[in-house]
């Protein structure tokens, strides 16, 4: 009679990953080591875990933000909505060197758009002979925001590392209709940073579903922009520290890291 294989092996991610073998499962979950840290806001200074941290990057894509996108065709100016890639571009790998988790949370539709209402589909073809949702762009025939797709891209500025994690969203909220809650919740994150485009819309939104959801909120200001309106602009930083979490900016986050902009 051999002796059975006493080794525990683990399953899953690291916090909420098991250790297990033929005859135990340990369900302790043993916290990843902390790295606290503390980081002024426009409201509080704050105290937080990077280990239990993540930064959600949010529509930093062709159609949002490059010269021959999307928003670009329909008569946008997309300058204001490049401003977050000089600071991403210093952030992103200083927080990677912290395990700090990036996810690219951006609009990439099914081909068939069936889990597009018409709602949603009506917000960016009004008058249904445009180019909208799924459409070929005219100036180099990619299919508006469809997963795969050059104008779903995240811009070439901005590096996805391997070990990033890509969310498709397919409305404004990166909540709904997406496996990101479940994402979070294996990576024992609560603290959610937040940047991308558009400030207003697609950022604001889905920081309101997470803080709906109680997750801590940090919305990284330089690091978002929008093409609305100044006032846009001014109401969502308001309505963020007032309401729904809080207004940092990079250069204070990598202080806190003990690293410099």
Sequence with gaps: MTAKDQTLHYL?????GWAVNETVADITRSPLPPQIITLPTASKTLRLDLAKTALLVIDMQNDFCHPDGWLAHIGVDITPARAPISPLQTLLPKLRSHHV??????WGNRPD??????ATRHVYNPTG???GLGDPLPMNQARVLESGSWAAAVVDELTIEPGDIC????RMSGFWDTPL???LQNLGRTTL??????LDQCVLVTLQDASFLNYDCILLADCAATTSPDFCRESTLYNVNQCFGFVADSPALLAAMGDRP
């Design 193 to 198: 940073l937040f940047a991308g485009v558009n």
């Design 113 to 118: 758009l069936l889990n597009v209402g018409a």
């Design 181 to 183: 809650q479940s994402i």
């Design 129 to 131: 002979v445009g180019v």
């Design 101 to 106: 988790p990036i996810l690219w949370v951006n």
């Design 12 to 16: 899953g991610t690291a916090p909420n």
């Design 167 to 170: 969310v498709d969203k397919y």
